[in-house]
């Protein structure tokens, strides 16, 4: 079990040419619960877009059960699930149609498994409602409810607290635990302070500008 | 959930797809009525703006035909990845195992049941208008379906290019236009050959071997794009 | 007392009821008038001299059309009237009139080309009157649809209206263009029947033929309004009990 | 910042928009040239289409580049306040002490100096390549600079109506076009009139007329609906 | 200077024929700072549409300076800032530029004013580059600056904090605070935790379902 799930192995992320950091090397074995830090425009995002596959690293690369991702995005893939800060979906679905779909993309979920999802995510009575009518915190909310349909070992969210309630923070952070302690992996950002009490924190800052002249000393 | 998958069959995916946009098209019905009435429309601008005597009208009837489908598949193209890039649904289908290319296959085959399909139907309404002779009704249809399917086919790679420019309608057109040459030659050809009575299987023929090599080509080439546009 | 009883109009429940009692006696007269016009028409007014019984298509095709054109007015009237005194029920009525307006055009289109065929030798003919009637389809059609894909009710309503009151406008402009079109181009091939010189004894059905439009029209237009009340309104008290009465007395005739 | 106002001047924001916009179009350059290219590109699938003999093409040369212009125009209509809408700038408008009639009319004026003028312009070009005779050049470009006009304002208006839609391209051109059509009607007339020998004066003044009427009209009608949608 | 500002008098707000909530007094003299909180769904961002004047109210109006808003829209949007959930920033444009045409849509802004502005939200050396290359945080940043840019008397935040770093936070709170103490009005919603002193609340659950009733009463 002490064998790492997912590896960011010399890391090094640009945008535009620019490096943002450099060398992150980390290893998260099963149960890992990461939080992500820096200021805004740190390099969060891209970061997080890297480890998805969305953006070529500049250098080194991620490794998934110790395989590069780039060599077998399918396996990957089948166990990731990514939640970004666009919310993906459909306006004129309803809520249950709209589960349906995403799931059919990863790993597909029943009528029941769906009832259930909502109601941990307080959104039972909404199955049939469309998604045009939902308020902010609502929309997040259909998409956090694959949190409680997926299967996916890796999960990727990126500022998920984003519009949500007090509450709704709190029952967020009891399901991202739970996934690591059955075993899965969660990396996410978020400047909220948290109630968590266990997780671990990568702090961008201290992969940029120092690590740079050394890569331009190479 | 229990964490770890029994494997992802290929195929969920893409039947998902093309339920959930044909219900999303189903819900915004008039969707399907649109293109339709852009041809209708359009064909009846044609002999406001040029002498509508009959037998000009015949002469360039195929051909207007042909041309009008063609602007009305373009106007619909834009749309077709453009909502599932703003909302981020894109993302998720590149990050899903379903191969990339099925996915955009859902998506060109919705397009074209609810874009190319119609208007081939309707067509010959439009032949009695601009007084198609009574040869070409049938070569009409049969070419306006195969053609307009190979147009979704083009257009969906033109689409996956541009969906990430700002104003893309345009810069789309540029792109398509020449793919779609070909295609309207070899269709109105097709019509007005065989109102000519040289028959209209050569040009069916020609169409049907664009069409297999559309969707070898095509499909592929629009995921590359797609995977391009999504990391801006 | 004045400014009291019109809003009072406004009200989607007090027109409810009060066409209810309406109904009762409007609706047999106009399908009575109905039958009687179309019954003269294509039964009994007199052989015409140049194109046989093919010209009985009038008592249906020019009432049909003359009223295609009115429904057009009185929807954005509804429009208007919504938009600045901001009531529910006159979008109620505009809502109604888009698509029976768009029927008696197609009815129009649909006599006139099987009319045409017969006298014009063709089904279609680019003819300024057909061209007009084939715009103003569209033009219907634009506010069905908007109607139909605007997310929310009152959005629709309201953009209904500006587009129907920017068309009264324009009504009249593609009239005049298209009529200017016509007499650019080539002079028409076949001339119709001259309007003023109809006989009598085809005049007065033909007049008796608008009077029933007319009336049917305006059935038309309060039944698609109720329809549109009850679903609009599904939600409110008035309607509830209604639906409950309904119930309850359709069980009492289930059971006798 | 200190609260309080000297008084909002009327005026500023109006500026603010046209400086906006052609520098967010100046950027994206291309957009300029792309209705320009698709005008270019189907007249050139018109010989294409139809048989491409002298005298036909002349016949139908004034009706076809005025429409081709209707379409050029119509294609570029969707992302008039679509970008606006999504990115909530148009409730910025709206919370603007400025009236809505401004900044649609200042969205108007960019919208026509980037689509209708240069094609307007580069209409020559096309009347040489569909061989129009010689008489035609100078109503062709007066009748498209007008015209174009009307038709950026009437679009405005149905932009404005449909840009809460999901997909609005279809929707748009079913409101938009029966308005066109007189526009298309008294255009390609004065075209054909004065190749004929008639003279364009009585075309020019009728267009004319219908500008100043649309301008008086459509921005209103304009802003109205994009408080509509913007309310959704 | 204890006559109320803003006042909102018996309003109700519904979507769709559903009543959100009904019946709400409350009227706020120069120098308030108002949180309305609510679960998600609750009806906050209706709320605050409503007193900005985009929605029409179901019910009561909402006054300014002792007349309702809908008698006097140019006046009343001179002294309105609002700031939504959404992001008006043209991505092609310069942070710069994006900043002078929102400016010319109420209080026109120097460039002076501008350099001034951007360093309080910490985008110094950001004022060239385009929009489309600023991180999620950033890009609310280029919106935040224009509290610092506006003469408006009522600010109007719904959710202002997305996004934003913990020391942009607590930036953002003092300029909040700042505005009241200096005799403006500012209506906010968040679900974060606020080290702010001073601001008082208005929860929307007292205005439901409750109220209700008494409204069919009448
Ligand atoms: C699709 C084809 C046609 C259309 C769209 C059409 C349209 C119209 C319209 C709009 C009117 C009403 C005029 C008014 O109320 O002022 C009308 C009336 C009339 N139409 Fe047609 N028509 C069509 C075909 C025909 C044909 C083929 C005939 C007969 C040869 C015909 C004969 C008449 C007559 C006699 C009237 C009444 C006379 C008058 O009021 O001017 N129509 N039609
Ligand atoms: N466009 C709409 N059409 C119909 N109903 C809507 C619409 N937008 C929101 N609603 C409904 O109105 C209610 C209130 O929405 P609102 O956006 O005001 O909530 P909110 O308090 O801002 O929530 P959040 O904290 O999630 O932002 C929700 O229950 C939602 O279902
Ligand atoms: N599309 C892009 N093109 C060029 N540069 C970009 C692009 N997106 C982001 N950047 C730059 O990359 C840097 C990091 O952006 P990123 O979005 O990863 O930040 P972040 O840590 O997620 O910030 P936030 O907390 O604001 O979300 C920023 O400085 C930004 O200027
Ligand atoms: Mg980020
Ligand atoms: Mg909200």
Redesign the interface.
């Known amino acids: 079990m002490s064998e790492p799930l997912l590896t960011l192995n010399n890391l090094s992320c640009e945008r535009d040419s620019r490096t943002l950091f450099s060398g992150v090397h980390y290893s998260c074995p099963p149960g890992t619960l990461l939080q992500i830090v820096g200021f805004n425009g740190a390099g969060k995002t891209t970061l997080l877009h890297t480890v998805a596959g969305l953006l070529p690293a500049a250098c080194g690369d991620v490794r998934w059960r110790g395989r590069p991702i780039a060599q077998q995005r399918q396996a990957f893939y089948q166990d990731l699930l990514y939640l970004g800060h666009q919310v993906p979906v459909k306006?004129q679905l309803s809520v249950r149609e709209n589960l349906l779909w995403l799931g059919a993309l990863n790993t597909p979920a029943t009528e029941a498994a769906i009832a259930a999802a909502l109601v941990e995510v307080d959104l039972a009575g909404f199955e049939d409602s469309p998604c045009?009518a939902l308020s902010a915190g609502q929309k997040r909310r259909v998409l956090l409810a694959q949190l409680y349909l997926s299967r996916a070992a890796l999960w990727i969210l990126d500022e998920p607290f984003t519009a949500i309630d007090k509450s709704g923070v709190l029952k967020l952070e009891a399901a991202m635990a739970r996934h690591a302690t059955n075993g899965g992996v969660v990396l996410f950002t978020s400047h909220q302070p948290l109630a968590m009490a266990e997780f671990t924190t990568l702090d961008l800052s201290a992969f940029q500008l120092s690590e740079q002249p050394s890569e331009e000393a190479i | 959930m229990p964490i770890g998958h029994d494997g992802y069959q290929v195929g969920t995916g893409f039947k998902a797809i093309l339920r959930r946009d044909l219900t999303s098209v189903w819900r915004?019905?008039?969707d399907i009525?649109?293109p339709l009435?852009f041809f209708?429309?359009s064909i009846?601008l044609l002999?406001?703006g040029v002498?509508?005597?009959d037998k000009l009208l015949a002469v360039i009837a195929p051909g207007m035909i042909w041309i009008m489908a063609l602007l009305a598949t373009l106007l619909s193209l834009d749309s077709l990845f453009r909502q599932d890039y703003d909302d981020g649904s894109l993302t998720q289908f590149i990050l899903s195992p379903q191969p990339l290319y099925l996915t955009v296959l859902a998506k060109v085959i919705v397009h074209w049941l609810t874009t190319g399909l119609p208007l081939a139907l309707i067509a010959p309404v439009l032949g009695?208008?601009l007084?198609l002779p009574a040869g070409g009704y049938w070569p009409l249809v049969l070419s306006l379906i195969i053609g307009t399917a190979i147009m979704s086919l083009i257009g969906a790679m033109g689409a996956a290019l541009t969906v990430c420019l700002r104003s893309s309608a345009l810069v789309l057109t540029l792109i398509v236009m020449p793919l779609y040459l070909p295609v309207l030659i070899i269709g109105s050809n097709t019509v007005s050959s065989s109102v000519a009575g040289f028959g209209a299987a050569q040009g069916l023929a020609l169409l049907g071997a664009a069409l297999a090599m559309a969707l070898l080509v095509m499909p592929v080439a629009a995921a590359g794009a797609l995977r391009i546009s999504s990391n801006h | 007392m004045a400014w009291q009883w019109f809003h009072r109009l406004g009200s989607p429940r007090w027109f409810y009821e009060k066409s209810s009692r309406w109904l009762v006696w409007f609706a047999p007269l106009s399908i009575a008038l109905m039958l009687v016009g179309i019954g003269w028409g294509l039964g009994f007014a007199p052989i015409d001299s140049k194109q046989g019984d093919s010209y009985r298509i009038i008592f249906i095709h020019m009432p049909a059309a003359a009223l295609a054109l009115a429904g057009y007015y009185i929807m954005a009237i509804a429009g208007a009237v919504g938009l600045i005194w901001k009531m529910k029920l006159p979008f109620m009525v505009m809502k109604s009139a888009a698509p029976i307006g768009a029927a008696l055009t197609i009815l129009t289109l649909a006599t006139g080309s099987l009319w045409g065929h017969p006298t014009w030798g063709?089904?279609?003919e680019?003819d300024a009157r057909n061209?007009f009637m084939?715009?103003l389809l569209?033009?219907y059609?634009?506010i069905v649809?908007?109607a139909?894909?605007?997310?929310?009710r009152d959005?629709a309503d309201?953009?209904c209206a500006?587009?129907a009151?920017?068309?009264t406008?324009?009504v009249p402009?593609?009239y005049?263009?298209?009529d200017?079109?016509y007499s650019?181009?080539?002079p028409a091939s076949i001339k119709l029947t001259g309007g003023s010189t109809i006989h009598s004894s085809m005049l007065y059905p033909l007049l008796v033929c608008i009077l029933a439009y007319y009336c049917f029209y305006t059935l038309a237009l309060i039944l698609y309004t109720r329809r549109e009340i009850l679903v609009r309104e599904a939600?409110t008290?008035w309607v509830l009990e209604l639906a409950q009465g309904q119930g309850k007395s359709n069980k009492a005739g289930d059971g006798l």
Chains 1, 5 share one sequence.
Request: aromatic share 14%; net charge positive; hydrophobic share 55%.
């Open positions: 306006p045009y | 915004n019905r008039s009525a649109s009435v209708l429309i009846t002999p406001l002498d509508p005597s009695v208008m007084s | 063709t089904f279609w680019w061209i084939l715009v569209f033009l059609a634009g649809v908007l139909e894909v605007y997310p929310s959005a309201k953009a500006i587009l009151l920017v068309g406008i324009n402009i593609i005049k263009s298209v200017w079109w650019l181009h080539q939600r008290s």
